[in-house]
């Protein structure tokens, strides 16, 4: 299975590409999108664009972002979102699953503590995926984000396929788990 993470961000938007095989997490790719210092529709051009490629370029079979967080500063709020809708746009777009996860979801998958700093998730994608070298901070998020849904119930999105079928039996999903 192949997972796109998206950090949204007005400016850099990072993504990664893992795979997932068993349990067995592989990078593929990461980077960031910069957006023009232009006016705001260009900018979520960029992004929508952006992601697009991503997606043809990679060929994810689903996709998790970043939640948007309260800032202090309400504006810088609702530009981020707008930029988190943008991303969302070009993966639905895509006809691909989407997850979402607060930061604390992804420091806890990634580090094993919700309060970790940048450079503690920075260092933990690098090992956890065996990089080379340091991914930059917004590459290394994305890459938190894929991490995040590849060990959370959410990954077992095939089972949401299978849901009709299982459904008929009596069967459900919830959280990832099947139910009875």
Do not use: W
């Amino acid at each position: 299975m192949k997972i796109l993470g998206i950090d949204p961000g007005l400016r850099t938007t990072g993504f990664g590409v893992i795979s997932k095989q068993g349990s067995k997490l592989s990078y593929i790719a990461s980077g960031t999108i910069k957006t023009p210092d232009a006016d705001l529709p260009q900018r979520l051009k960029t992004i929508l664009s952006g992601v697009s490629e991503i997606i043809r370029t990679y060929t994810p079979d689903c996709a998790a972002i970043e939640k948007v967080f309260v800032n202090v500063n309400p504006q810088s709020t609702l530009l981020l979102g707008q930029a988190r809708g943008a991303a969302i746009c070009a993966l639905v777009s895509a006809d691909l699953a989407v997850a979402e996860y607060t930061a604390l979801q992804i420091k806890q998958a990634v580090v094993g503590h919700g309060k970790a700093q940048k450079q503690q998730v920075q260092d933990m994608v690098q090992r956890l995926l065996m990089l080379s070298g340091m991914p930059s901070t917004d590459a290394a998020d994305a890459l938190g984000v894929a991490i995040c849904h590849a060990h959370s119930g959410e990954a077992l999105s095939t089972l949401g396929g299978l849901a009709p079928a299982l459904a008929k039996k009596g069967l459900r999903v919830r959280r990832g788990r099947l139910i009875g």
